[in-house]
Nanobody, 121 residues
């Protein structure tokens, strides 16, 4: 059974950085794509960044140039480096394993508990 554990969230001021980590167990991690989602307060969950099994990345326009997704297959871990954070980045952040069909990412794993990121102005 796949388990994902996100960590690294916290409270920061606008302009600062945070690094999120997602540990994955119970799956053949290296053959899966992975993605980070976020859910701002009172809003729907949105896809922030993805990385395929070969390391190709893609980002939502709102975070492009500020966020970097990466993976360490030896450690079964996905990372999200976040720089120049803005108050609108405030959300619970979740990671998933998934599959690409064409260019569209579909999560296919259970969701972790998420990690809260709060950016004050």
């Amino acid at each position: 059974q796949v388990q994902l554990v996100e960590s690294g969230g916290g409270l920061v001021q606008a302009g600062e950085s945070l690094d999120l980590t997602c540990g994955v167990s119970g799956s053949i991690f290296a053959s899966n794509a992975a993605g980070w989602y976020r859910q701002p307060p009172g809003k729907q969950r949105e896809l922030v960044a993805t990385i395929n099994a070969l390391g190709r990345t893609n980002y939502a326009d709102s975070v492009k140039g500020r966020f970097t997704i990466s993976r360490d297959n030896a450690e079964n871990t996905v990372y999200l480096q976040m720089k120049s954070l803005k108050p609108e980045d405030t959300a619970v952040y979740y990671c998933t394993l998934g599959t690409f069909i064409g260019t569209k990412y579909y999560p296919n794993s259970r969701w972790g508990q998420g990690t809260q990121v709060t950016v004050s102005s």
